[in-house]
T-cell receptor, first 116, second 111 residues
Framework: NAGVTQTPKFQVLKTGQSMTLQCAQD?????MSWYRQDPGMGLRLIHY???????DQGEVPNGYNVSRSTTEDFPLRLLSAAPSQTSVYFC???????????????FGQGTRLTVV | GESVGLHLPTLSVQEGDNSIINCAYS??????FIWYKQESGKGPQFIID?????DKRQGQRVTVLLNKTVKHLSLQIAATQPGDSAVYFC??????????FGKGTLLTVNP
């Protein structure tokens, strides 16, 4: 049981480049989400998914796309990287919070992205 | 919009003392509240949660208190150890599972 796996761990992009951050979980969780973490800002929700084929926007969705073709995978795509997207990105997964005793979200180890 | 905030950005305690980390929230419709611990270079790790129909929940060395009247949440860590040094985040969520995180409190445990 690997939990939540994010790749890559580090990435440097030039402005205007595109890339995909990968996230996979093997816990059969319905919910998956992407956050970015900036100094002094805490974690901010980018996009989330409540199940395969269903995605929705979070607090800071601009410049990012997601898809959820399978329960296990939830990739985050940067369409045209900008310096403002320099951040640490975390993927998380969980069961439905309506399941009693299951509000815990499991986080990946993060992807540190620098856009120059 | 709704947000979760923290009263203190940093907290320094002596090893063996009890630690209390506070959090204020503003969304009275939130169903549950969670505390996460984040060590340097790692992702957040679940500590404990509490539902809105409870006012106290205990785990191993940790207790979460919820005061819905004043919209206040606290995390108490008993007999704080050097391994407890980390950033602690509170988060609130509802049925749509859009977690809102606070900015975090840095806990430093001095030996």
């Amino acid at each position: 049981n690997a939990g939540v796996t994010q790749t890559p761990k580090f990435q440097v992009l030039k402005t205007g480049q595109s890339m995909t951050l990968q996230c996979a979980q093997d816990m059969n969780h319905e919910y998956m989400s992407w956050y970015r973490q900036d100094p002094g800002m805490g974690l901010r929700l980018i996009h989330y998914s409540v199940g395969a084929g269903i995605t929705d926007q979070g607090e800071v969705p601009n410049g990012y796309n997601v898809s959820r073709s399978t329960t296990e995978d939830f990739p985050l795509r940067l369409l045209s990287a900008a310096p403002s997207q320099t951040s640490v990105y975390f993927c998380a997964s969980s069961y439905s919070p309506n399941r009693v005793g299951n509000t815990e979200a499991f986080f990946g180890q993060g992807t540190r992205l620098t856009v120059v | 919009g709704e947000s979760v905030g923290l009263h203190l950005p940093t907290l320094s305690v002596q090893e063996g003392d009890n630690s209390i980390i506070n959090c204020a929230y503003s969304n009275s419709a939130s169903d549950y509240f969670i505390w996460y611990k984040q060590e340097s270079g790692k992702g957040p790790q679940f500590i404990i949660d509490i539902r809105s129909n409870m006012d106290k929940r205990q785990g191993q060395r940790v207790t979460v208190l919820l005061n819905k009247t004043v919209k206040h949440l606290s995390l108490q860590i008993a007999a704080t150890q050097p391994g407890d040094s980390a950033v602690y985040f509170c988060a609130e969520g509802g049925s749509n599972y859009k977690l809102t995180f606070g900015k975090g409190t840095l806990l430093t445990v001095n030996p």
